[in-house]
T-cell receptor
């Protein structure tokens, strides 16, 4: 079946602009995670959804970052007033449920470049 | 919060030799430890994982060991092949996943 998909694959924007990044999880997966990965680093946790609700948003760096998952499937990560330091690959992952050892399946990522 | 450290950052081995990557974690409540392989420009993929109630797990040429007392876990790859070349990440889970900084493995033919 289809894996996790993310759109767009690449996004170039100017400093101060607003961007939305979309994640389509695997059908039936209730858990959804957003990560940010900078060059040469491991994925950095941003937010975790269980169903429609954000179960843990402690990784969001500041209030410019926000994410939603209104129907418990597709999720959108929203970044306001982008800064050059926001440039990174944004990864989404989904898993069957909230149990920790349910395998996470990652999407291909969205490479965000803020000029 | 949890802190995961990973060593070495780069590792080169001859084809057929073994490779070992080590991670330590700080929060004794962490209970699940997956390892991911990430090829250049691609998404991370799970290669093996271990739960806190198990000391060792093996899958063909890959094995993971966990020492809960010392709070460290290791990835072992035997009979390495060029296609094993990639960046490997360890992670520890307690409420959320905390990743190590990665090890770039190069297998020299």
């Amino acid at each position: 079946g289809a894996g996790v998909s993310q759109t767009p694959s690449n996004k170039v924007t100017e400093k101060g602009k607003y961007v939305e990044l979309r994640c389509d999880p695997i059908s039936g997966h209730t858990a959804l995670y957003w990560y940010r990965q900078s060059l040469g680093q491991g994925p950095e946790f941003l937010i975790y959804f269980q169903g429609t609700g954000a179960a843990d948003d402690s990784g969001l760096p500041n209030d410019r970052f926000f994410a939603v998952r209104p129907e418990g499937s597709v999720s959108t990560l929203k970044i306001q007033r982008t800064e050059r330091g926001d440039s990174a690959v944004y990864l989404c992952a989904s898993s069957l449920g909230s149990v920790s050892y349910n395998e996470q399946f990652f999407g291909p990522g969205t490479r965000l470049t803020v000029l | 919060g949890e802190n995961v450290e990973q060593h070495p950052s780069t590792l080169s081995v001859q084809e057929g030799d073994s490779a070992v990557i080590k991670c330590t974690y700080s929060d004794s409540a962490s209970n699940y430890f997956p390892w991911y392989k990430q090829e250049l420009g691609k998404r991370p993929q799970l290669i093996i994982d271990i739960r806190s109630n198990v000391g060792e797990k093996k899958d063909q040429r890959i094995a993971v060991t966990l020492n809960k007392t010392a709070k460290h876990f290791s990835l072992h790859i035997t009979e390495t092949q060029p296609e094993d070349s990639a960046v490997y990440f360890c992670a520890a889970h307690y409420h959320q996943f905390y990743f190590g900084t990665g090890t770039s493995l190069t297998v020299i033919p």
